[in-house]
């Protein structure tokens, strides 16, 4: 299994993690998420209390480690470097309430999966409809976060607005390569 699995599977697995804390303060709806639950709290017992603290401390700290302790594939190695700078600085002070309003560890630091066949020029950050949060701040600090959105203040004092869902992949022509073609003159159809 390649790094950038691995990166994903982790990134799932936290996923995963959360959505099974927030059906646990509900409670089970089920005999069978009563029976999940239990399974998982004797998971977490077993594992002892250092790493329940830790996830309850800091639900993407795993993440965040991982990330951190290597370079994922086809990614600037600088651009990795600010990414966990921007990721502690972002978790510091957004990190609970990112939690709170269901951001995934994917919505913050998701990548695009390697092709099985990349070209050399293959970059991983090439694809904003792809890149997680934290990769796009490049330094810039979150001012303000929603559910959906996280408003990013550049230098010049302007308000970028980062969309955790239906991130336009073209920009502001049009959601498909007909409105592309359309707008040069081409045929749409």
């Known amino acids: 299994m390649s790094t950038a699995h691995r990166y994903l599977d982790v990134l799932d697995r936290v996923a995963e993690a959360h959505a099974n804390a927030k059906s646990a303060k509900s409670g089970p709806r089920t005999k069978a998420e009563a ?14 209390p250092a790493s329940k603290r830790g996830s309850e ?11 951190e302790a290597r370079c994922p594939d086809l990614v ?3 651009r990795w470097q600010q990414a966990v700078s921007d990721g502690k600085t972002f978790l510091t002070r957004w990190g609970d309430q990112a939690h709170a309003l269901g951001w995934t560890a994917r919505d913050l630091f998701g990548l695009i999966a390697v092709p099985e066949h990349a070209k050399p020029s293959f970059n991983r950050l090439s694809r904003y409809d792809e890149t997680g949060l934290i990769w796009l701040l490049q330094g810039r600090p ?20 980062y969309r955790r869902h ?12 007909d409105d592309l073609e359309a707008s040069f003159g081409g045929s749409a159809a």
Do not use: C, F, R, W
Request: zero cysteines; proline letters at 8%; hydrophobic letters at 40%.
């Open 142 to 161: 979150v001012v303000a976060l929603t559910e959906t959105t996280a408003a990013i203040q550049n230098p010049t004092g302007a308000i970028a607005t």
């Open 57 to 67: 401390q800091n639900p993407y700290g795993s993440t965040i480690a991982i990330l």
């Open 76 to 78: 600037p190695v600088e």
């Open 35 to 48: 029976a999940q639950n239990s399974q998982n709290a004797q998971i977490s017992h077993a594992q002892g």
């Open 166 to 177: 239906n991130k336009p992949a073209l920009g502001p022509i049009g959601d498909s390569l």
